[in-house]
């Protein structure tokens, strides 16, 4: 077979070349991105990786990301500083983008925080603003109620003891011996009328209490007696225990809303209480050596509270229909009162006349609680129940007493008695109740409803 020279040529060369320049290639430079620099033979690649045979025949992965270049001949120092300058360069500014990204990230996370906080607070001033456009109001009520209800007086009490001092230092022949008053609630009745427009509330009303009270004389000293001979008796009428009251106060929502309401109250107060008991009569049957007594009792009180009011107010709308209401309020009151007691004996063979007076400025302080549940009905009419508790205690700032009975005392004693009349109030003041269950109903008119009618 003849071959062409030209193909002996061409076979000739590449036997050549394959011999004389694998040397050059078998061995290539790998320069690291951390400065470090390995020889060896790339034999194998993939996307990501190269593999390297070592000098000893080990092989080696390395990352492509970590790899600033492959030589097939090894640099100079020159070039290898330069290609480590250009690295580290090429790293720092790697690094200052990272930074930069970094921070870039850390600005957009902070910016849409911002935001949403801005976008949650806009939307809490929203739902804010439309619930007190809902929870505006602007209508006028007038509650009435009626129950049965207790007004307990400290006045009798007090007066007993004041009598029982006059009993033993005027040398009287006789004195009754007091324990506490038996009382019998009566109806107590209530009106209440309320202007509210949005936040602010005005009201005004009043309350009436009784009690129809029996006073109670368990028995009689007969002073003049030697031993002390203390007779049985029997008290027979009753008398009206009568407390009214009167109040103006305002009111301010710290926080509207529709369903429920906190309002602080400030108020003025006036109270006026009177007891009038011309139907007592004594009754003591004769004891060993004394007599019959018969004696009638005229007493009478009044007395008149003034002052300042202020508590808070809580209200509550529930199951679309009912409304609950409580009312705390404590009192400031300043009161003058003016008792007179009036003993007068009805026994032909030993008739006798004893009365005194005791006037008192007082300062007062009370806490009142008033509980009430309404549930709407229709056209404006609500039916509601409630309880309402107050408790007032006293404390003497000035007392005069005066004596009036058929003895003419020596001024001494009138000192002495006028001294421990002022100790005896300071010790046993009065302290008043006034208690009530009311059943009631409720007109409102409502301003707002009233308009969008028109």
Do not use: C
Not at 14 to 43: D, H, W
Not at 50 to 59: C, F, K, N, S, Y
Not at 117 to 145: N, T
């Amino acid at each position: 077979m003849h071959r062409s020279p030209r193909f002996g040529f061409i076979f000739i060369l590449s036997f050549l070349l394959s011999f004389s320049f694998s040397p050059l290639f078998a061995e290539q430079t790998v320069y690291l991105r951390n400065g470090k620099v390995l020889k060896g033979e790339v034999i194998k690649q993939t996307p990501t990786v190269i593999i390297v045979r070592m000098p000893d025949g080990t092989e080696q992965e390395i990352k492509k990301t970590a790899i600033l270049k492959v030589s097939f001949k090894e640099l100079s120092a020159q070039d290898l500083k330069a290609e480590e300058e250009k690295a580290k360069k090429q790293k720092e500014e790697q690094e200052k983008a990272s930074k930069l990204a970094d921070e870039e990230k850390e600005k957009a996370a902070k910016l849409a925080e911002d935001e949403k906080k801005k976008a949650a607070a806009e939307e809490a001033k929203s739902k804010r603003a439309k619930e007190m456009e809902e929870a505006k109001r602007h209508y006028i009520q007038l509650l009435l109620g009626f129950g049965p209800g207790h007004y307990i007086s400290g006045a009798p009490q007090y007066y007993d003891n004041i009598e029982n001092v006059g009993t033993f230092l005027n040398d009287f022949s006789a004195g009754p011996l007091h324990t506490a008053p038996v009382r019998k609630g009566k109806f107590s009745r209530t009106i209440h009328l309320r202007y509210a427009w949005n936040r602010l509330v005005v009201e005004t009303g009043g309350s009436y209490f009784e009690s129809s009270t029996t006073s109670s004389y368990p028995g009689t000293l007969r002073l003049s007696d030697s031993p002390l001979v203390i007779q049985n008796t029997f008290t027979t009428g009753t008398y009206p225990e009568k407390y009214k009251q009167v109040y103006g106060q305002i009111s301010y929502s710290v926080y509207p809303n529709k369903k429920f309401d906190i309002r602080p109250i400030v108020g003025i107060q006036r109270i006026i209480t009177n007891t009038v008991d011309k139907n007592s009569v004594l009754l003591s049957p004769a004891a060993p050596g004394g007599f019959d007594l018969i004696l009638r009792k005229d007493n009478s009180f009044s007395e008149t509270m003034r002052g300042t009011s202020a508590g808070l107010a809580f209200e509550m709308k529930f199951a679309e229909k009912f409304e609950g209401r409580i009312e705390v309020l404590s009192y400031n009151l300043n009161a003058s009162s003016r008792g007179e007691r009036g003993d007068y004996s009805l026994n032909l063979s030993n008739g006798y006349r004893n009365k005194y007076g005791v006037s008192n400025d007082w300062k007062i302080t009370g806490t009142s609680v008033n509980l009430r549940l309404l549930y709407q009905w229709k056209y404006g009419i609500s039916f509601w129940a409630g309880i309402s508790a107050a408790t007032y205690q006293y404390k003497a700032v000035n007392t005069v007493a005066a004596f009036n009975d058929n003895s003419t005392p020596d001024p001494v004693v009138l000192l002495l008695q006028a001294k421990l009349i002022n100790g005896l109030t300071q010790m046993v003041a009065p302290e008043a109740k006034v208690s009530a269950l009311y059943f009631g109903a409720a007109y409102t008119f409502d301003f707002m409803k009233s308009n969008k009618t028109e």
